[in-house]
């Protein structure tokens, strides 16, 4: 019988680290004024991350006393605080830390080789925080690919297998790791008709390639083979025998050198004599899902890489005055994007150009390096005709959203509706200057009693990752 004590040996190791008693290396990470040091010990290193053991032996920095120093500036402290405790403790506690935090944990553990401890962070996202998961889907799915993180790009699979507008109408298909691309096309339940699959393989592929004139008509052999050797992984997934006759000739027979000639011969003797003998492999269509009877419920399918489904159901209840939530199947309005900050742009001409004078619009807003989702609704729209003036309405409001560690949402309707909204040229998107727009990436949350409360807890000026305007309307 054996007799175990791991407890109290991890609580030993942790308070030899923080002791650091007898250390022989000395690590700073991040920057002044932020910096901060770590002694720790080789020996330990040596077994618990060779990753560091080795830039110990590598090091040629000593201070006075002979310490080797390993310098670490692009890892926050807040994630080797983290890192280090498990090096030597074995425990990670995870409790109030913030998720894009978890995720920079992630990142920095398959840098340091901590296999077991990447393979747990990937299932406690996954488990705990599958929202956030979703509302940064192109950086997740990309970082997946680009760290061969398994456990994320399947469940990155399985989303983008139900809803593939999700990568496929989005900006960044075309920096899609050429991976990530195959294992989403290779899918049996991929919900795209083979046709549109076609397309965004061809468009991929030729964003690949910059030289590429932009009309297949000045393509020549050379231009085809470029295309050709980029595709050469993708090509063999496409289910060419499930591609209408009228997309054949439309779509694929312009781009047909770039596929072997024995399977354009049959493609095209597939169509014209279905019963016709041929080599050439035949996958089996893909399993697209379709509903036999009419749905008396509605799921609203959200075109955001912001706010997901159950967020657009709770704005929708509050439009409404509702003091239950919408149900997400029984959304009654349509979130339709007219606007996307890392699509169109950033400029107030911007804004003016998609958005004057439309009415019933909502703002989100996702702020950089925190979970926070601030919004707004403005029923009356902005009026570029205005400028200076104020616009009266009772039914605005602004809002903070429950994303990640915000557990609580924060509501706060318009209190002086003569001066519910302000139409400026620079400061668009201005709720009485309690939440606008400020410049490229910056808005501003003030306090002028405009509106009942604050929607976060500090003043003044902050960064954000993007921002998106919603036209809604009835069903």
Not at 245 to 259: A, D, G, H, R, T
Not at 274 to 295: A, D, G, Y
Not at 320 to 338: G, Q, R, W
């Amino acid at each position: 019988m054996t007799l175990n004590f791991y407890e109290n040996l991890s609580n030993d190791y942790v308070k030899l680290l923080e002791n650091g008693n007898e250390h022989n290396i000395i690590i700073e990470v991040g920057e002044p004024p932020v910096m901060q040091t770590f002694k720790v010990h080789s020996t330990v290193l040596c077994y618990r991350c060779p990753y560091l053991y080795d830039e110990f032996k590598k090091s040629t920095i000593n201070n006075d006393d002979n310490i080797r120093i390993i310098q670490k500036p692009q890892i926050s402290a807040k994630v080797f605080n983290v890192i280090i405790k498990y090096i030597y403790g074995a425990t990670v506690n995870l409790e109030k830390v913030e998720t894009s935090i978890i995720f920079d944990l992630l990142m920095t553990a398959n840098q340091f080789q901590l296999e077991e401890l990447v393979e747990r962070l990937q299932t406690f996202l996954i488990e705990n925080h599958p929202s956030w998961l979703k509302l940064n889907f192109s950086k997740i799915y990309n970082s997946s690919f680009q760290t061969d993180f398994k456990a994320l790009q399947n469940f990155c699979d399985d989303i983008i297998a139900k809803h593939p507008n999700l990568i496929f109408e989005s900006n960044d298909l075309n920096t899609l790791p050429e991976a990530a691309l195959v294992s989403i096309i290779q899918r049996d339940d991929l919900q795209l008709e083979e046709s549109k699959i076609w397309d965004y393989i061809i468009q991929w592929g030729i964003s690949q390639n910059k030289t590429l004139p932009s009309n297949i008509d000045d393509w020549i052999d050379k231009d085809f083979q470029i295309l050709k050797n980029t595709l050469q992984q993708c090509l063999p997934h496409i289910r060419y025998f499930q591609i209408s006759s009228k997309n054949i000739m439309e779509k694929v027979y312009p781009y047909q050198q770039i596929l072997n000639k024995k399977l354009m011969t049959d493609i095209l003797k597939y169509y014209m004599n279905p019963n016709e003998p041929m080599t050439s492999t035949i996958l089996p269509p893909r399993k697209i899902v379709t509903t036999q009877l009419p749905n008396r419920e509605y799921t609203l399918q959200i075109t955001s890489s912001i706010i997901s489904n159950e967020h657009a159901a709770e704005i929708a209840s509050w439009i409404d005055k509702k003091e239950v939530t919408y149900d997400v199947n029984n959304n009654p309005y349509e979130f339709n994007l007219i606007l996307r900050g890392s699509r169109d742009g950033f400029e107030p001409k911007v804004f003016w150009n998609l958005c004057d004078q439309k009415t019933n619009v909502v703002i989100v807003v996702k702020v950089k390096n925190t979970d926070e989702i601030l919004g707004g609704y403005n029923p009356i729209g902005w009026n570029h005709n205005l400028h200076g003036q104020y616009s009266t309405t009772n039914d605005s409001f602004i809002f903070s959203l429950k994303n990640g560690n915000i557990k609580n949402h924060i509501l706060s309707r318009v209190k002086d509706a003569s001066n519910a909204l302000f139409n400026y040229h620079s400061q668009v998107l201005n709720f009485n200057n309690d939440f606008f727009m400020n410049g490229d990436r910056l808005f501003c949350v003030n306090f002028t009693q405009g509106y009942e409360k604050l929607i976060r807890k500090t003043t003044g000026e902050f960064s954000i990752d993007d921002h998106e305007v919603f036209q809604i309307k009835k069903r």
